[in-house]
């Protein structure tokens, strides 16, 4: 196809081959332009269940183009042209029985700056469990309690669950937008800089967090910052150009990169 003019790597595009019955996402040649300008280049990976996966990548590289591919928010831009395969859990994330509100369910996303609605941070919490409807006070009392405490927030909101959610702190707000997220039981966290807007000691708050939770479900980490990928993540993309570079276990691919690519990223000889 013309607009995927692929200049693939002399390495070629490194998959990790994880047994597809530990992958929760795959992600199969896929290429993305908007119009006539490529963004993503016959893309391979998978994304194991249960682990934290960082995409980095110079910018302009790519990642937030797929991580928007991910849950499907290229659907509305009539100028995006798609090819190539994602499965979540084994499906066509494109395939017609899937319903866009339900994949989006699946794979919730958390944002660069905190965005938490106008209304108390109860209220947050239980939005879309609202929405989804058919709930009892008492269970979605409950829920709203388990995502606060999955967000690490419990403690310091349970007695003003009635107060304006804009009242709480960036880095507070930002768990607040975690709770939410995980209040609908998503079995995908992307993370798009969480953490870019919040003061150093919000930060680390959010990466323990991010650690912990990947005992509950599969979190992929889209950042510039090296460390915070070096510090949280199990696994690590680097994408340049719309490319895969290399694509390793973390601890390797900070210490031991195959590709001089890669290297020079991480040392800084490239920005
Ligand atoms: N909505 C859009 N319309 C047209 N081109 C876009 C659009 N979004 C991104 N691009 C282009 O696609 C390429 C990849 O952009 P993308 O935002 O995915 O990169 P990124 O690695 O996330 O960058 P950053 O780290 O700066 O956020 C860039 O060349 C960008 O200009």
Redesign the pocket.
């Known amino acids: 196809m013309s607009v995927f003019p692929s200049p693939r790597s002399a390495a070629g595009s490194p998959i990790i081959d994880f047994d597809p019955a530990a992958c929760c996402l795959e992600i199969e040649g896929l290429s993305?332009a908007?119009?006539e300008?490529?963004?993503?280049r016959e893309l391979s990976l998978r994304v194991p269940r249960q682990r934290v996966t960082a995409?980095i990548?110079?910018?302009?590289?790519?990642?937030?183009?797929?991580?928007?591919a991910l849950n499907r928010l290229?659907d509305l831009?009539d100028?995006?042209r798609l090819a190539g395969r994602i499965r979540l859990e084994g499906q066509d994330i494109h395939a017609p029985e899937v319903e866009v509100a339900e994949l989006r369910r699946r794979v919730g996303m958390v944002f660069q700056a905190p965005n938490p609605f106008p209304m108390s941070i109860y209220d947050n919490v239980a939005f879309g469990l609202r929405l989804q409807g058919g709930i009892r006070k008492r269970q979605l009392d409950d829920i709203v309690e388990w995502a606060l405490q999955s967000a690490a927030l419990w403690d310091e909101v349970k007695d003003r669950l009635r107060s304006s959610a804009w009242a709480l702190s960036g880095g507070q707000q930002q768990r607040l937008v975690i709770a939410r997220t995980l209040a609908v039981r998503p079995e995908v966290l992307l993370l798009?800089?969480p953490a870019s807007a919040l003061d150093p000691i919000s930060t680390l708050k959010i990466e323990e967090l991010i650690r912990n939770l990947k005992s509950q479900l599969t979190l992929v980490l889209?950042t510039?910052n090296m460390q915070q990928a070096a510090r949280v993540s199990d696994y690590t993309a680097f994408?340049q150009e719309?490319e895969l570079v290399e694509y390793g276990p973390t601890d390797r691919l900070f210490t031991n990169p195959r590709l001089v690519r890669t290297e020079n990223y991480i040392t800084g000889r490239m920005a």
């Open positions: 993305l908007y119009g300008t490529p963004a993503l995409f990548g110079p910018s302009g590289c790519g990642k937030s183009t797929l991580r928007r290229h831009n100028e995006v798009d800089e889209v510039h994408l719309g």
